[in-house]
């Protein structure tokens, strides 16, 4: 399988901003998708890249790097609805409908 | 439109017995999954359905785990003699084909005393 690595928890300030990281080994590498999951939902599907750069949607952003093997994503304007756990998830060709799970960053923001 | 949904919401069961688990997809997603999800863990993958057919099942633990999925819409997770090791949210995804965007289902949780 894949060996994806997330922090387990981070605290961060109502306003403030937070980064998560998300580190992965895998072979054939086709996509990186981060998913927001609070207590007793469902993950929902927050943003996906599969080639090198910065995908910004509101106050999310999500980074990746092939070559390193690292993406993060970043929370701006933290709100208190944003905590939740956050997952990083990668796909690779061939079984390119797997998803493979970290799991998760619990991010708890304080007022 | 109405996203996945997934009855019952929750399920305690005792040990040895037999569970049924429901998924109904969005409409019109040929793609369906199933994911165990412990706690303090990420998902993990179960099964993939491409229409009527699993085109995957290399993620079901042992050979008491099966799914269907006749009609190529709502699927169904069937679990004989539980063990208390299966206790777990079983999650339902589906997606418009193999390699769009997967959205879940609010998860199953079960309790197998």
């Known amino acids: 399988g894949q060996n994806i690595d997330q922090p387990t928890e981070m605290t961060a300030t109502e306003g403030a901003i937070v980064q998560i990281n998300c580190t992965y080994q895998?072979?054939?590498?086709?996509?990186l998708f981060w998913y927001q999951q609070h207590a007793g939902e469902a993950p929902t599907f927050l943003s996906y890249n599969v080639l090198d750069g910065l995908e910004e949607k509101g106050r999310f952003s999500s980074f990746l790097s092939r070559s390193k093997g690292y993406s993060y994503l970043l929370l701006k304007e933290l709100q208190m609805k944003d905590s939740a756990s956050y997952l990083c998830?990668?796909?690779?060709?061939?079984?390119?409908?797997?998803?493979?799970f970290g799991a998760g960053t619990t991010v708890t923001v304080r007022a | 439109g109405a996203g996945v949904s997934q009855t019952p919401s929750n399920k305690v069961t005792e040990k040895g017995k037999y569970v049924e688990l429901r998924c109904d997809p969005i409409s019109g997603h040929t793609a369906l999954y199933w994911y165990r999800q412990s706690l303090g863990q990420g998902p993990e993958f179960l099964i993939y359905f491409q229409g009527t057919g699993a085109a995957d099942d290399s993620g079901l633990p042992n050979d008491r785990f099966f799914a269907v999925r006749p009609e190529g819409s709502v699927s169904t997770l069937k679990i004989q003699r539980t063990e208390r090791g299966d206790s777990a949210v079983y999650l339902c995804?589906?997606?418009?084909?193999?390699?769009?965007?997967?959205?879940f289902g609010p998860g199953t949780r079960l309790l197998v005393l």
């Open positions: 998830a990668v796909r690779v060709m061939g079984n390119d409908y797997k998803l493979s």
């Open positions: 995804a589906s997606s418009l084909g193999r390699q769009e965007t997967q959205y």
């Open positions: 895998t072979s054939g590498f086709n996509g």
